[in-house]
């Protein structure tokens, strides 16, 4: 850790070394998930990620529309897998949110994002949990 824990609008927070396991994009059909230790990998491939072409620690899940998106998005979420999150886009952390606010997936879910201080891993709590 490269800082302390810090209690934002959003939830607890706190600046890490390196980037924890996440879920990097959701395009297309492929949901894209970057294993950050060996234990991770092998949680991926449990999961049912099939390991992606160029990069080792890279797993893709394949989820043909919106609302498949939930099954994988909650197993990801109970495994310990954060959700990228970024300030323009639709990042994996905001489409987390949009299937909650659908009713698709419940409770709260780990984001970490880059910000020039460093890499922010914080809760984004369900509204409920707010």
């Known amino acids: 850790?490269?800082?302390?824990?810090?209690?934002?609008?959003?939830?607890?927070?706190?600046f890490v070394e390196r980037?924890?396991?996440?879920?990097r994009s959701v395009m297309g059909d492929d949901v894209e998930v970057h294993a950050a230790t060996a234990t991770d990998a092998r949680l991926?491939?449990?999961?049912?990620?099939r390991?992606?072409?160029l990069f080792r620690r890279t797993f893709i899940f394949r989820c043909p529309d919106q609302p498949s998106?939930?099954?994988?998005?909650?197993?990801?979420?109970?495994?310990?897998?954060?959700?990228?999150?970024?300030?323009?886009?639709?990042?994996p952390g905001g489409i987390f949110e949009?299937?909650?606010?659908?009713?698709?997936?419940?409770?709260s879910f780990?984001?970490?994002?880059w910000t020039d201080e460093g890499v922010v891993v914080r809760d984004n709590p369900a509204p409920s949990e707010a």
């Open 1 to 14: 850790m490269i800082g302390p824990a810090r209690t934002g609008n959003r939830g607890r927070h706190m």
């Open 19 to 23: 980037d924890p396991s996440h879920v």
């Open 44 to 49: 991926l491939r449990a999961l049912g990620g």
């Open 51 to 53: 390991r992606g072409l």
């Open 69 to 91: 998106l939930a099954a994988p998005f909650v197993r990801l979420r109970d495994g310990g897998i954060a959700f990228a999150t970024a300030p323009h886009g639709w990042p």
């Open 98 to 107: 949009q299937l909650r606010d659908d009713g698709l997936l419940s409770g």
């Open 110 to 113: 780990v984001e970490v994002c």
